[in-house]
């Protein structure tokens, strides 16, 4: 009964893996996680994404072995892991250098504390924050969120500067009130995500500006996400600055004031390394 059920999974990975490859016929990207397929099957589909400019991003479980995430990231494959599920650096300096051939990126979602150091076992390397430091040197791009857990700012600092110098991003997920640090996180690079309901006073807004006006360059950027109905000379001023607004699905309605502002906004295209798999959530 065992050998039969496992016959019918693997009878229906082909029949799953066929519709993928179908939306990259239509000009889709296409995200799965590496424990949804055979690991030539998802060779082969990381392989018909290159062939049709479609990006493919696969998620990290764990399932696979590290050379196995080096083939698909040379082969194609946008990676996202995290300390979850791959918690050693120097296998995920491995797969970069891979990703970097295939000239793919690793994207890494740090949920643990930053530390200066940790007790290691022998011959293992836990991610810790001076590997966090050098993974971002090394071109790999983090992601942060102090929604669980409280961020040391001069740690973000740090590694928003290693990132920089290395070609990526720190991204940087900000939940709770403004905080004046984050204007010098900006300085250093960083991408910040803020939902509005972190905007309580008029004088919120105005510091969100100046986070705006602080920002090292272009490439780095204030993500805004917007969740409630805003004065349309507000939200202007902010657009103006600079900032990446994204809308909610439901103050989408044509006869919302902010329509124009919206579209003007939508101009701005948000590169897909400026956040963990999916623009609209904030993790």
Known sequence: MEEDSLKERELKFPERAYE???WVTRGRDITVRDDQYDFHWLLDIVKFCRKGRCRARLIDSGKLEAFQLEWLGEAGADLYSSDEARPEAAELELINKACKRGGT????????ALEEEEEKEPGLEKVTFSALERMG???????LSNR????????????ASACR???????YYHHGPLESSLEELGRNGAWIHISDESLGESQDITFLIEILKARLSKKANLVLHLVEEWETYQLR?????????LFKSSLRDYKSSLRTLEKEAGRRKLDFKAYYLYPALLP
């Open 105 to 112: 990126i690793v994207a890494y979602f740090h949920h643990g």
């Open 137 to 143: 040197r090394n071109g790999i791009y983090l992601y």
């Open 165 to 171: 110098r290395g070609g990526s991003w720190l991204v």
């Open 148 to 159: 669980e857990r409280k961020c040391d700012f001069s740690y973000l600092n740090e590694l």
């Open 20 to 22: 993928l490859l179908s």
């Open 237 to 245: 001023d902010v657009v103006k600055a600079g900032a990446i607004v």
